[in-house]
């Protein structure tokens, strides 16, 4: 019973909200300005033939002013706009959107999605364009008054710029709160709604059996 129920309610989840996991991004994204970012959304089979978009968010669930930035032609082949390209791949489920010469007003919340009858499922991207932060040589004093350079700094810093160096973490922007969140959380309301109704109808249907045996037995007829 719980197993029916819970594929009942995944398909008519997907019904209501067709975004729901068909669509996956990396969440968050982060580029420095003058320099390029690639953007690599995955999707699910079966939309292999649909066009693919990126647009700038201007809304729940909706580009800003309804507008693509670049969308491509149900193809593999890519299509560029500007600064910005997008191709698709059908055998590895997924496209990747390419934004070259950032600038800082590139930053925002953008949407990578399907165009399916103007519903198609889509994820949502946070970019951030900030500049690299460099390596500060720290300097130590000497007794003479003088400042020295700290070596293990200075050794760090021109061994990070070596092509053997291990490329350093940087900090990433946290991951906005997914929509994949929101579905499992109605996915679990429905549920629990649907048990809370199945629980009333037995209750009223034991009330009423209950009744109903005193309503089908005939008064006695008083002799006369």
């Not at 320099?35 to 647009?55: H, I, L, M, Q, T």
């Not at 200075?154 to 070596?162: D, F, G, I, Q, Y």
Request: aromatic share 8%; charged share 20%.
């Amino acid at each position: 019973m719980g197993i029916r129920t819970m594929r009942i309610f995944s398909v008519l989840l997907w019904i209501l909200f067709p975004g729901c996991w068909a669509v996956t991004g990396p969440g968050a994204v982060r580029g420095s300005p003058g320099g390029s970012v690639a953007v690599r959304c995955r999707y699910r089979g079966g939309f292999e033939d649909d066009p693919k978009f990126w647009c700038r968010e201007g809304g729940r669930w909706r580009c800003s002013n309804g507008l693509f930035i670049v969308e491509t032609s149900g193809s593999e082949a890519e299509v560029r706009r500007g600064r910005v390209s997008i191709q698709d791949n059908h055998t590895e489920l997924a496209f990747t959107v390419t934004v070259e010469n950032l600038t800082r007003a590139d930053a925002g919340t953008y949407q990578c999605g399907v165009e399916r009858f103007g519903r198609g499922p889509r994820a949502t991207v946070e970019l951030t364009v900030s500049p690299a932060v460099p390596y500060a040589i720290q300097t130590e004093t000497t007794p003479q008054g003088t400042k020295q350079p700290d070596v293990s700094s200075s050794t760090k810093a021109e061994s990070s710029c070596s092509p053997t160096a291990h490329t350093i973490p940087t900090h990433t922007t946290p991951t906005r709160f997914q929509p994949i969140i929101i579905c499992f959380l109605l996915l679990v309301l429905l549920k629990v709604l649907f048990l809370l109704c199945i629980v009333c109808v037995l209750i009223w249907m034991s009330v009423r059996y209950r009744r109903r045996p005193r309503e089908m037995v005939p008064e006695r007829q008083t002799s006369s």
